[in-house]
């Protein structure tokens, strides 16, 4: 996909996240936080057109010897999978993985779902909304534990507040869609 393409995916997602993902208000964040704003990315993620600017964006970020993606339940799972879905479509076919944040009950007690790919395969993290920076790591550490090789981590948007630090001194390649700037002065441009 050439770069005309993608900006114009890029706006039409920084759109669509602005509309229908960013609120302002009192809100705690699962880190604790207390925050002015939240951002939940799932009605834009589950959203048809949403899942493919997603997907395409998050595909062209990824480095060729990534050979997976996964992320940690459930702000990754629509997003893992519309760069998998995405990936097909462009002749990559990169396999999608889901990290349970406990163990599966039954069955397997599996902590990742999806396929089974051998030790030592390239997986990147994908993630909605970065704040500290804690669920992408539980799912490095997931991953990791399973034998994969996991050396990034793509968001969609970095609130900014700690997480790239962590990723950075974890020896983890961190890159952002958007920052929480860039949803800001787009929500101030329409005021």
Known sequence: MN????KVWRDRLLDLLCEFAYREGDFVLSSGQKSSYYI????????????LATGRLLLSM????????????LGADPIVTAVSVVSALEGRSIPALIVRKETKGHGTMAYIEGPLLPAGTN???????????KSAMQAVERLRGAGYKVDRVLSLIDREQGGAQLYR??????????????LQKWMASKK
């Open 62 to 73: 990824l480095p060729s010897q990534v050979q997976a993606v996964g992320g940690l339940t």
């Open 40 to 51: 939940n990315c799932k009605p834009v993620t589950l959203d048809a057109e949403g899942a």
């Open 123 to 133: 997986v990147a993290v994908l993630e909605d909304v970065v704040t500290t920076g």
């Open 169 to 182: 001194e974890a020896g983890l390649d961190f890159k952002a869609v958007f920052t929480i700037k860039d």
């Open 3 to 6: 770069a005309l393409d993608l």
